[in-house]
């Protein structure tokens, strides 16, 4: 009579142990599948947020009481921007953050009372808290140049904006994008007007 070899294993534990390899295997694919598509989402976000969006902190006062010390806005690149939109854009070796109030072509006018004039027509400012006329060192009315952006930050008594010869009108090629969305503090999160 044949004696069963004890070193083979039975049937059941070659089973158990070949559905233990199978798991094994299962999840590991699945483990380098979610991995994979994990560093393809960090990669894609990295792109976006390098081509298309910037993240920016808010230093100094001069877009109160719409923005704060310490705000972080986003702001998106476009190819076109519109009066009242806030923009954040190169000055030097600084990001700054203000409001354009007329574009290519318009007039502007500033009256002593800080009343902004655009085109002869008074220009509605509920942003704005405190008119004033700041720190103008310009020649009024000034003709906003083509291809350029005539910017007022909304704390007007503080802002250096287009009213200092040191900044100007704004060339359409400083502008890093339209600023639409504050993400912090985070009991303010919400699109920026």
């Known amino acids: 009579m044949a004696r069963a070899d004890s070193r083979i294993p039975s049937r059941e534990i070659v089973e158990a142990r070949l559905l233990k390899e199978q798991r094994r295997y299962h999840y590991l694919r699945l483990l380098i599948i979610t991995l994979c598509l994990l560093a393809t989402v960090a990669a894609a976000a990295a792109l976006i947020a390098i081509l298309f969006l910037q993240i920016l902190r808010i230093d100094g006062t001069s877009m109160a009481d719409t923005l704060r010390e310490a705000d972080l806005v986003v702001a998106y690149?476009?190819?076109?921007?519109?009066?009242?939109?806030?923009?954040?854009?190169?000055?030097?070796?600084?990001?700054?953050?203000?409001?354009?109030?007329?574009?290519?072509?318009?007039?502007?006018?500033?009256?002593?009372?800080?009343?902004?004039?655009?085109?002869?027509?008074?220009?509605?400012?509920?942003?704005?808290?405190?008119?004033?006329?700041?720190?103008?060192?310009?020649?009024?009315?000034?003709?906003?140049?083509?291809?350029?952006?005539f910017v007022l930050g909304d704390h007007r008594n503080v802002s250096i904006d287009s009213r200092s010869s040191a900044i100007g009108c704004i060339r359409d090629s400083e502008i890093i994008?339209?600023?639409?969305?504050?993400?912090?503090?985070?009991?303010?999160?919400?699109?920026?007007?």
Do not use: H, M
């Not at 939109?85 to 700054?96: K, M, N, P, W």
């Open 177 to 193: 994008g339209k600023v639409f969305l504050r993400i912090w503090p985070v009991k303010e999160i919400g699109p920026l007007k």
């Open 77 to 149: 690149s476009a190819s076109s921007f519109e009066k009242g939109d806030i923009i954040a854009f190169y000055q030097e070796e600084d990001i700054l953050v203000k409001r354009i109030i007329a574009t290519e072509g318009d007039t502007v006018d500033i009256g002593p009372d800080g009343s902004v004039y655009v085109n002869g027509q008074l220009l509605e400012e509920p942003y704005v808290k405190q008119k004033a006329l700041g720190g103008c060192d310009i020649e009024l009315p000034c003709q906003v140049p083509e291809g350029e952006s």
